[in-house]
């Protein structure tokens, strides 16, 4: 069973295609599908304030364009102290603004929050959604990252002393988009949707 999983991002594909092989489904990333003949892959703007319509409008998109199933995600860190920002603009607000609003060196309550969803290529959805609270905190001097925000990096799921890129890159802990993958394949009745069998 073939699944697209709407992201160029060897690390978020990473995160979940292990979980994916327990379901039987071999979970492919945008770039291994272009090169199948479909083109380049299109941009999808998330543009949305909210993580289910960016989530729904990309899986929608790449599974129109792909012409195989398609699960899609969007994700953000809530820094609490902040009214829940940056939310589901963390791709877009700038980690210097994130680090900027806090104290060096102190620890803020937060939640990374993901919204899943899945579409098959006749725009049937299902949508769900994971968090993992815990604390963020930014060491005095912490420079901005060359390429991805690597909000992980500094923050320590409850109950865990390690931050949670330590802790998914041994495989000990699920991350939210982890987790919520296994939540969507869980209530997915795969079949009934006419998933596209590789």
Known sequence: MRLVFASTSSAKLAEVVGIARRFGIDLQGLDSIS????????????????????????????????????????AGLEVHSLGSLPGVYTARFGFCRVRDALLSGVSYEATFRCCMCFSDVNRRTVAVESAVSGLVAFPPGVAPPTSSVPYSSYFTPQGETETLAALVSRGSFQSHRALAFRKLANVLDLTALEVDQG
């Open 35 to 74: 090169t199948l003949g479909r083109g380049p892959v299109p941009l999808i703007v998330e543009g949305s304030p909210s993580y289910y319509d960016n989530a729904r409008e990309k899986a929608l998109a790449y599974a129109q364009w792909s012409g195989l199933s398609c699960i899609a995600d969007d």
